[in-house]
């Protein structure tokens, strides 16, 4: 019997076509993706399952927690893998998102295109073939959520889009790709360890979490505007290593008596450091002001983890340790 795969298709390029003003828009069904793939039936026996048709930063953290129910759903009733097709734009957050929710063995997969289905040398049919392979091989087992591009695999928590419109626009700045699809094959090189999986028990109601990154000049007056604007986190994108201007430190010290208050790098690669430097506004003079490291995690993922940590009803406490489980070695007891 061959691999039984089940495909979720939100939307995206990869499922866009031209409209009556000839840009394109979300239109093809995940049928219609699967029969566009030339010898996608002789890889694994599929089930198409179209559950939205929309651009990414439409998708909401509702829609990602109710992907992953479905998906583990689907693994119970027998699929070696899931595959999910959505747009590229949030493809790493709603890959981190899911991730974070998975407690299968079963691969779990996130595809898309970067080209629609009528340009020249679109890329979906390629990548959807390489999804399904991965979803379909016993080799990709244990890997967690992993995002499938360019015929490249890359962990959901280290990947990023790092380009507008070119095909390998997926990278991984941290560990580089796990591994590969080629001649067929499923080639898996690298095996990070696993994040412990976020418990859910129910759909939950979107929290807000605001990113504020920092830029050279800032004062940080947006800080004094969160509360009143309803935020219950904020994840700051400080420069370097985690360095702040030193205007910042007061508001922020002030604003961690309100809510949760994570440090992160803009700079996308690397971790945060932690007794480098020692000027105000460094990182050690903002961590011993009670702000939460985010370790390796860039602003975007730390906006994630805060709202899954906060929407499952945790505080301060369970904000602090959740971070911690996200060191790129492997989790902390």
Known sequence: MPPRVVLYSTGGTIASVGGPASQAVPRLSAQELIAAVPGLGEVAELEAVTLRQVASPELELSDLVELARRSGEAVE????????????????????VLDLLWDREAPLVVTGAMRTPDQAGADGPANLLAAVRVAASA????????????????????????????PGAFSSPACG?????????????VRPPRLQPLRLDRVPEEVPVALVRAALGDDGRLLRALPGLGYRGVVVEATGGGHLPRSWVPLLEELGWTMPVALASRTGAGELLRRTYGFPGSETDLLARGLVPAGALDGLKARLLLMLVLAAGGGREEVERAFRLMDPAGPEA
């Not at 490249?152 to 990023?160: D, E, K, M, N, P």
């Open 177 to 189: 790709p796990l591994g590969w699809v080629a001649e067929g094959r499923v080639r898996v090189l």
């Open 77 to 96: 009733g027998g699929a070696s893998g899931v595959v999910v097709t959505q747009g590229t734009d949030t493809m790493e957050e709603s890959a981190f």
């Open 139 to 166: 080799a990709a087992r244990g890997l967690g959520c992993v995002v499938v591009m360019n015929d490249q695999i890359h962990a959901a928590r280290f990947v990023r889009k790092a380009h507008t419109t070119n």
